[in-house]
């Protein structure tokens, strides 16, 4: 009988499995290290976070980004220098490597309420493809967003070789040559058309914003800048500073309070490193919306509605950049009598002030414990949070 067993190997997994190896703790933890920034990710990409706030946490604070790159001979910046998503992957699976050795990369198949437990107290069994079922007393689940990946209801429908989201497309390279329209208006849509030109691909880009807002260039700040809005590991201003600082103090306001905070701040907005290669490679349509999408032969059509009226957009291919919503039901391995016990808020689950959901000894973090703990959790940095928590609530 294990005391805990964390469920995914990304920053969220990793951090906390290394706070809990450092604890007298039978804990096992299993997931891949790093995948989804290893193949769903695109090859080329940067960091939408700044150096500081792109970071793993051991319980020591011994082994920051920073300290891999010094290691490595690697160009590392506060906040002046993007991340590449290399760079990233690397650092977090020789984290892997340094703090979490225990790790087995195994993907569990089913996740279920234990026939071993008590009513107050009933435990949960982990099984995997070959068979084995290992008992335990909690879980965390912390599989990232992979099965969380959103697509509009107007794009549904088209097979595979014209239609795909965002997450599907590691190797942009295969587009080359052909005719490419991506969906979406945030850093993964600018990201992926601005990778898609690179690559060779005749690029369009459509939106239902009136523009695409790049953050601005890091910029020298004067000491009352600095004062009047501050840099936290989610952007500046004192909003995200107490964001990022208090998430145990964002847990206590009101729900509906929450949830419209967490929806509204930080919205969709491309990086500015890629600002020159969208404008003078890609053909941006703004305030522009799908309206209807259809197969024709081997080609996608798909009518638009925008200021200049209806039209018509015909490509080789179609890249969803829409997002990703949480919804635990497209978790594979959730057993669907537990997950019919947890409770759900506004369409992520309802927690504790210690990740807890209704169900006692399951524990959920990163984006579906946003609504709960704030914008924070939306990003890599808030593992740091997490991990120290989630290690007072399992022990």
């Known amino acids: 009988m294990q005391d805990v067993v964390v469920v995914g190997a990304g ?14 703790v039978r804990m096992r933890a299993y997931g891949s290290p790093m995948q989804t920034w290893r193949t769903a990710m695109p090859a080329g990409m940067h960091l939408k976070s700044h150096g500081f706030a792109s970071t793993l946490y051991d319980p020591g604070g011994r082994f920051p980004l920073s300290e891999y790159c ?7 910046a506060h906040s002046d220098l993007p991340v590449s998503r290399g760079t990233f992957t690397d650092y977090g699976l020789e984290f892997a490597r340094r703090h ?14 234990s026939t071993r437990g008590s009513a107050k107290r009933p435990g949960f069994e982990v099984e995997f493809a070959d068979g084995e079922v290992v008992q335990t007393r909690q879980v965390v689940c912390a599989v990232g967003i992979t099965h969380y990946a959103h697509m509009a209801p107007v794009l549904a429908g088209l097979p595979p070789h014209l239609l795909s989201h965002s997450s599907d497309n590691h190797d942009l390279s295969k587009f080359a040559g052909r005719r490419v329209v991506v969906v979406g208006g945030g850093a ?38 600095r004062m009047r809005s501050p840099l936290s590991t989610i952007g500046t201003g004192w ?28 919205g969709p907005a ?17 305030t522009t919306s799908v309206t209807r999408v259809s197969a024709r032969g081997d080609q996608a059509v798909l009518e638009l509605e925008g200021p200049d009226g209806a039209a018509t957009l015909t490509v080789d291919h ?28 506004h369409g992520m689950p309802a927690l504790s002030n210690r990740f807890e959901t209704t169900v006692p000894g399951l524990y959920f973090v990163g984006p579906p414990a946003a609504n709960a703990f704030g914008p924070l959790l939306r990003f890599a940095c808030g593992a740091g949070f997490t991990a120290r928590r989630i290690t007072q609530a399992v022990t």
């Open 11 to 24: 920053p969220y997994g990793l951090s906390i499995a290394a706070h809990l190896a450092a604890r007298p």
């Open 70 to 76: 010094r290691e490595h001979g690697i160009a590392y």
């Open 100 to 113: 979490v050795p225990m790790l087995d990369e195994r993907s569990i198949t089913a996740l279920r309420a």
């Open 188 to 225: 993964s849509a600018a990201d992926c058309a601005a990778l898609l030109s690179e690559a060779g691909a005749i690029t369009h880009l459509v939106t239902r914003g009136a523009a695409l807002r790049f953050h601005a260039p890091p910029a020298p700040r004067s000491r009352r800048e």
């Open 239 to 266: 909003k995200s500073m107490f964001y990022a600082r208090a998430p145990h103090l964002f847990h206590a306001m009101p729900s509906q309070v929450r949830i419209d905070i967490t929806r509204r701040h930080l």
């Open 270 to 286: 491309p990086c500015w490193f890629v600002r020159d290669q969208v404008e003078s490679a890609v053909d941006v349509r703004t």
């Open 318 to 345: 179609i890249v969803a950049a829409t997002g990703y919503r949480v919804d635990l039901g497209r978790l594979p391995f959730l057993d669907q009598g537990l997950l019919g016990r947890v409770g759900i808020e």
